[in-house]
């Protein structure tokens, strides 16, 4: 059961133009999120996040906008650059057991062409 | 501050045999979280240790088990190896228990199971 999608596997744009990486999820219970950022041979690194009350948080060229209401939530990169590109992964954490825990997608494999 | 170190890089086992990973935590951090990454399934949550108990633990078969010592430092056990379990160890490290954006990937342990 996959409780957090991201439903392209894959994304191409050109440098300077924005990227949309997309994410949806199941369990209302989800109270907040986060976007990861991944290169080849290193750990995921942290990349924006968005509690559930909000429906935008904007750092620099990221933004990341939540629609409760849809499930959905969106990563938007503005302008994109080479160095952008990378997998993308979404996160949602739900508090289970006492603790803490975060339910990844799959992620996004995201190339930006000069 | 030196970050998540995870040993070995790269393991190559047979099926049937177990194997051993081990995470050193950020200096300070307590919490030490375990996922699998594979390319069908994504970053998948195994389990969470907090001053040497296991606070959480994903849906993975008992041949998944962990442990965290006195110095934050955690392993990782996978008994009985099977073809399935190839895939990317990461371990991911935190100052407290919020698994939102303070948590702190390693560069993972990529173990091939033949």
């Known amino acids: 059961d996959q409780q957090v999608k991201q439903n392209s596997p894959s994304l191409s744009v050109q440098e300077g133009r924005i990227s949309i990486l997309n994410c949806d999820y199941t369990?209302?219970?989800?109270?907040?999120f986060l976007w990861y950022k991944k290169y080849p041979a290193e750990g995921p690194t942290f990349l924006i996040s968005?509690?559930?009350?909000?429906d935008k948080n904007e750092d620099g060229r990221f933004t990341v906008f939540l629609n409760k209401s849809a499930k959905h939530l969106s990563l938007h990169i503005v302008p994109s650059q080479p160095g952008d590109s990378a997998v993308y992964f979404c996160?949602?954490?739900?508090?289970?057991?006492?603790?803490?825990?975060?339910?990844f997608g799959k992620g996004t494999k995201l190339t930006v062409n000069p | 501050k030196a970050g998540v170190t995870q040993t070995p890089r790269y393991l190559i086992k047979t099926r049937g045999q177990q194997v051993t990973l081990s995470c050193s935590p950020i200096s300070g951090h307590r919490s030490v979280s375990w996922y699998q990454q594979t390319p069908g399934q994504g970053l998948q949550f195994l389990f969470e240790y907090f001053s040497e108990t296991q606070r959480n633990k994903g849906n993975f078969p008992g041949r998944f088990s962990g442990r965290q010592f006195s110095n934050s430092r955690s392993e990782m056990n996978v008994s009985t190896l099977e073809l399935g379990d190839s895939a990317l160890y990461l371990c991911?490290?935190?100052?407290?228990?919020?698994?939102?954006?303070?948590?702190?990937f390693g560069p993972g342990t990529r173990l091939t199971v033949t």
């Open positions: 991911a490290s935190s100052l407290s228990r919020t698994v939102a954006y303070e948590q702190y």
């Open positions: 369990n209302s219970m989800f109270d907040y």
């Open positions: 996160a949602a954490r739900i508090h289970q057991g006492g603790s803490e825990k975060l339910v």
């Open positions: 968005i509690s559930s009350i909000k």
